[in-house]
Each structure stands twice: as structure tokens, then as C-alpha cells.
């Protein structure tokens, strides 16, 4: 005789994302002749289609008593509508000022986390995102990374909001120089006349070998004279001397009579 064709009922045709395959859903199965009811693995194989991603599904049966008897019903994979937050981190990096340009890679830098363990950090598409930050002298220098930057590609989430924290390549001032001045001196036969000595030599302890005489203020008197017969101290003094160049911090002036 003929074989009826079968109609498919699911239980529910709603479901949300969760990540993974939707391929237990419950159904009942009604012929319509004599109104018998077959239900899940009375007569059919289950398969299944597009059951994963938000967006419609099928599940087809197959009347394994009639190949050619297959139905099939759609059912609908909804997005999640609970908000995910994804938290974007650069870390900061900081280096001490060298005299060369620093480079600070944005890969170096980053972290993504989501706090929903199904949304996939792939699923993040970044634009105008500066990939590096370089620098040469002692400052802060920004990436400029903010949320407007960040979308979602997922169809999966509706509901995405973009948290981020910008980093930074940060130069610090060198620190350990020492400037050695020598008090320039002389040495005279007394003649009735004044004679002096002015000026000083400066030795330099740098490891970056950048620092030099440039990068110091003198504000004293560097001269030393005398009539008589007997010493005359220059007497500088390490006040006398400051640094002036940002790039570089606790400068020690050592001064030698």
C-alpha cells in the first residue's frame, strides 16, 4: 500500500546561541494515515543543518523503512541579547631614555578577554588602530586606542560593548650621570701684579654617551686671582651647576679644587 507522508512537530522552535550544535531537539512525528504516532528512533535517522550559528536551522528525518519518505522542519538559533562586555588592554611599557628611538609594538601590548565564554575574540574587528608608538626623548607616548575603534562581526552577539584602556611607550629620564669639573689652576712667581686663573675642564660618566657640557648650566664665577704670594681657592661648588636637559635625572656634579 502507499506510505504516508509524515508530519513533523518540534516541541520548540526558538533556541539562543550557546556555542555549540543544537542536535537534540525534541519532536514528535504524526502520519497522517490512522493517525499513528511515531516518536525520536522509532523509524527515522535525525540529521541536521546550519545548527550552530544564530540564524534558521533544519533537522530533517529520514523513514529508514522508506529513503525516499524524508521531512523536515526549520527551527531558529537566536542571537544572545544578554550584553558581553570585551575588555581591550594595552599595557604600558617603560624604558629608560637611551638617546636612540624606542619602538613599542601594539601586539607587544595587547589583551583581549570577553566575559562571556562564548564569545570568540576573533569576532572583534579593529580600524585606525595605530600598530606601534615610537619615541626618542624622556616622555609618555599613547597609542590613542579607544572603544569607537572596536566592532563586533558576530551575528552570534547583539549585545556587545567595548571596554578599553589605552597603553603607552613610556621614556623615563636616564638617571646616573656624573659630571667631574677640575678647577683649572696655575702657578705664578709673585711680581707686585694680580694674577688669576679662570675656567674648568669637565669629565663626563654617561652610559648613554649623549650627555655633554650642552646639557648643564654654570651660574657661578669660575676665576680665582690674587696679588700676594699664596693660595687662592677657586671654590666652586656643585650649586654653581644644574642640569638642563629632561631626558635625563639625578645629574651629580663633582667638583675637584
Known amino acids: 500500500g ?6 513533523l ?19 514528535t ?4 494515515i490512522c493517525g499513528k504516532v511515531f516518536t525520536y528512533g522509532d523509524a527515522y535517522t535525525v540529521s541536521y543543518a546550519n545548527n550552530i550559528n544564530a540564524g534558521q536551522a533544519t533537522i530533517s528525518l529520514t523513514n529508514n523503512n522508506d529513503a525516499e519518505n524524508v521531512v523536515s522542519s526549520q527551527f531558529t538559533i537566536n542571537p544572545v541579547e544578554d550584553e558581553v562586555v570585551v575588555t ?6 617603560s624604558v629608560a631614555f637611551s638617546g636612540a628611538a624606542q619602538t613599542y609594538n601594539s601586539e607587544d601590548a595587547l589583551t583581549i578577554e570577553a566575559d562571556n565564554a562564548l564569545y570568540n575574540i576573533s569576532w572583534v574587528s579593529a580600524s585606525g588602530n595605530a ?3 615610537s619615541g626618542t626623548n624622556a616622555a609618555e607616548y599613547a597609542f590613542g586606542w579607544n572603544a569607537e575603534m572596536f566592532s563586533n562581526t558576530s551575528t552570534n552577539f547583539t549585545n ?9 611607550l613610556i621614556i623615563t629620564p636616564n638617571t646616573g650621570v656624573v659630571v ?4 683649572n689652576s696655575s702657578t705664578l712667581t709673585y711680581n707686585g701684579e694680580e694674577h688669576s686663573v679662570s675656567g674648568y675642564s669637565v669629565a663626563i660618566s654617561d652610559a648613554t654617551g ?3 657640557e650642552d646639557d648643564f648650566a654654570f651660574s657661578g664665577t669660575a676665576t680665582a686671582s690674587g696679588i700676594n704670594a699664596g693660595v687662592y681657592p677657586m671654590q666652586l661648588s656643585a650649586d654653581d651647576f644644574s642640569n638642563t636637559n629632561e631626558n635625563f635625572a639625578e645629574v651629580t656634579f663633582n667638583i675637584v679644587d
Open 88 to 93: 581591550v588592554t594595552l599595557a604600558d611599557k
Open 29 to 32: 512525528v504524526s502520519r497522517t
Open 160 to 168: 556587545v560593548r567595548f571596554d578599553v584602556t589605552d597603553g603607552k
Open 210 to 212: 649623549v650627555y655633554t
Open 9 to 27: 512537530v518540534l516541541s520548540n522552535a526558538n533556541y539562543v546561541y550557546k556555542g555549540s550544535a543544537y542536535d537534540d531537539i525534541e519532536f
Open 180 to 183: 667631574t669639573v677640575t678647577e
Open 2 to 7: 502507499q506510505i504516508a507522508t509524515d508530519d
Open 131 to 133: 600598530a606601534s608608538v
